[in-house]
């Protein structure tokens, strides 16, 4: 598999009248040709900051993009150009967001919204810019998608939103789509539905795919591989079944341990893990997961760790006690 | 065991419609939203019945009318032997002291110009629960016992994280001591790190204080590990209930079992394995739902000579196992 998408040490902070938010801390990761990656964490994980890093679309100020490269079809797009960077934007690089009513221009049909792209992007004429679109909203499953070009947003219903930001997601034919919660504010059988097109789409059109959730069930269900991140790091990387079911982050045993799940019996006490994230204004030094950590021990404390190799062959955590967890003896 | 069960509510026929208003200075109704369109359940006193839907179900909505924050359209709602819905002033006030509820979002629900101590409080001093000592003793005991320190009385609600904020609001559902709790989708807004620790506490709570708690949510795989009953609800009216071990291993109301398949679950091979049910389509709006059986326009089981022509009634099939669907007796 080629290597379409490679991120070296992003970091990205926030200065605010509070202090100063460290959002993102060091991230490196990539992405082959074709593939889906999962990016699973909690609000506030950086999760979403660190996607909109990628297309550098954090606000500066306040935000700031302080290092890092992100490698992506030869370019360096936190160097290029801006006029670059917006070609690369929607074009080949495209990202659908959590909230499609916010999105989506509500005072612009959606027809007009997607035929916009297309001619900017691919220099299509109305005509083939409005076939295409048809096209494109058929693929992700609007019924009598002709008709519907003239309609506004709000005579979708949430669903099929979300089914035309995905639309016009795919209407350049991305190499790479950034889907930031792209199910979170739909009901369990929409989810279904659109992870469901997910799936297809990506094996149709052999596009990589970073999927931002915060629920792992949706992962194991649609990605090939999956981050967790923590506290604007990393702290566990691996293929999806490595990492549930041969996981080695403390932070990742106690969010799986702390979900109930339909298939096993009900009644037991959840393991729930005490306390609650930390401030990512004044983050200290030493792992950030240590004062919920059953497992931490001094050096936790002092010292941050960093992504290092296990047992298990591309599987990546960031623990100092690792491979006594996964021993069973810390 | 199960012939003792105290029953603590009775809903029966629970309508709620709320009127479309048209018009800037004439106001007039075109049309109705049936967000609750005859619902029918028992609470017994100790249980936790989980009630759930996706979004315009009505389940929150059965919730708020029970505890008459909206003036319910028809139907009854039995407490204790008391009909909730012809009582007035001062004895629905003494009545309501023993049905509380905890909310959504914790941030909203809470007071932000006051303190938590107050806020706490205020069920106390609404109901004048004691004197200004005892109240204040009963505010410390309460925060101590959803797990806050009470030192923090003087504190004001933006001071805490969501999972503290929505314990807050959980002692203050209790400061009444109240029989009934109802959980309107408590910790949706949570993460879920985070929701594990609320969905501890209230399981701890109901031990301690033998609390019935009507659990609203969407998230079935909480919901069956909170409840030991659970109603599935679709565009205003029960499908499916049932005991929570007969609902999730042998489901028979079509729309459950879709609702169920759709659940992810966090294990790739239990995934690879599973049968979905995509159900297509969206849920049709309560403003105007289908004619005769509600989830004929989505059922992937429909028998169009029957089910949009007549409405399928809530029938026992099981001891206990009450399903909407005319054909429900094929998933036995």
Redesign the interface.
């Known amino acids: 598999m080629n290597e379409l998408l490679r991120i070296e040490d992003l970091q990205t902070r926030f200065y605010t009248r509070d202090g100063v938010v460290h959002a993102v801390n060091g991230v490196s990761y990539s992405v082959s040709e074709g593939e889906i990656l999962g990016v699973v964490g ?2 506030g994980c950086g999760k979403s900051v660190h996607a909109l890093s990628i297309l550098r679309l954090i606000p500066d100020p306040p935000g700031r993009i302080e290092s890092g490269e992100v490698w992506f079809d030869g370019q360096d797009l936190l160097t290029v150009s801006d006029e670059e960077i917006r070609r690369v934007r929607g074009g080949r690089l495209a990202m659908v967001f959590q909230d499609p009513m916010s999105s989506l221009n509500p005072a612009m049909t959606v027809g007009f919204q997607i035929v916009e792209a297309l001619r900017l992007h691919l220099d299509m004429t109305e005509r083939q810019a409005k076939e295409r679109t048809t096209e494109l909203l058929t693929t992700v499953g609007i019924p009598d998608a002709k008709n519907r070009l003239d309609d506004y947003p709000h005579q979708f ?4 939103r979300q089914r035309v930001m995905i639309a016009m997601g795919l209407s350049c034919n991305p190499k790479l789509l950034i889907a930031d919660e792209p199910t979170t504010a739909l ?7 659109i ?2 097109l997910m799936k297809r789409l990506q094996a149709e059109l052999g596009m990589a795919v970073i999927w931002i959730t ?8 649609l990605a090939e591989r999956v981050n967790v991140m923590y506290a604007g790091y990393i702290v566990e990387h691996g293929t ?2 490595d990492v ?2 041969r996981t080695r982050h403390p932070y990742t045993i ?10 096993e019996d ?2 037991t ?6 306390g ?2 930390p401030d990512l204004i004044d983050l200290k030094p030493g792992c950030p997961f240590a004062a919920r950590c059953p497992y931490a021990v001094e050096q936790c404390w002092s010292e941050t760790p960093r992504l290092e190799p296990t047992e298990i062959d591309r599987h990546t955590v960031a623990c100092w006690r690792w491979e006594e967890i996964a021993q069973g003896v810390a | 065991m199960e012939d003792e069960r105290e029953t603590l509510v009775q809903v029966r026929g629970l309508v709620k419609h709320f009127p479309i208003m048209r018009g800037s200075i004439i106001k007039r109704e075109v049309g109705q939203i049936r967000a609750v369109d005859g619902v029918s359940f028992d609470l017994y006193r100790g249980e936790t019945l989980g009630l759930v839907g996706e979004t315009g179900s009505g389940k929150t909505t059965v919730g708020r009318t029970m505890l008459r924050l909206y003036e319910a359209t028809g139907g009854e709602v039995i407490f204790d032997g008391v009909d909730l819905m012809s009582l007035k002033g001062r004895e629905l006030d003494r009545i309501r002291r023993r049905i509380s509820m905890i909310f959504q979002d914790p941030l909203a629900s809470l007071n932000p110009r006051m303190t938590i101590g107050s806020i706490v409080g205020e069920p106390l001093l609404v109901h004048k629960a004691g004197n200004k000592k005892q109240r204040r003793a009963r505010v410390g005991q309460l925060l101590e016992q959803v797990g806050l320190n009470p030192h923090f009385v003087n504190r004001y609600p933006h001071e805490f994280s969501g999972g503290q904020q929505q314990r807050i609001g959980i002692a203050r559902a209790l400061a009444l001591n109240p029989d009934l709790i109802i959980c309107d989708e408590p910790i949706s807004s949570l993460d879920v790190s985070i929701q594990a620790q609320i969905v501890n506490l209230l399981e701890r709570l109901q031990n301690e204080l033998g609390l019935t708690y009507l659990f609203i949510a969407h998230d079935l795989s909480m919901v069956r590990h909170i409840s030991d009953r659970i109603a599935v609800m679709y565009l205003g009216k029960i499908v499916e209930l049932a005991d929570r071990d007969s609902i999730y291993s042998n489901p028979l109301h079509p729309y459950t079992q879709a609702l169920m398949s759709a659940v992810p679950i966090p294990d790739p091979d239990l995934q690879d394995t599973r049968q979905r049910i995509i159900l297509e389509g969206d849920v049709p709006s309560p403003a105007n739902p289908p004619e005769g059986c509600n989830f004929h326009t989505r059922c992937p089981a429909v028998r169009l000579d029957h089910c949009p022509l007549a409405e399928p009634e809530l029938r026992e099939l099981r001891p206990g196992h009450w399903v909407a669907c005319h054909y429900a007796e094929d998933y036995l």
Do not use: N, Y
């Open positions: 909690e609000s219903s949430g669903g099929m009901d369990v059988t929409i989810q279904a539905q992870v469901d915060h629920d792992l069930g949706v992962v194991a269900d999806v079944r549930f079911k106690g969010l799986l341990g702390s979900l109930p799940r339909l298939d009900p009644g006490e959840l393991s729930a893990i005490p609650f994230p």
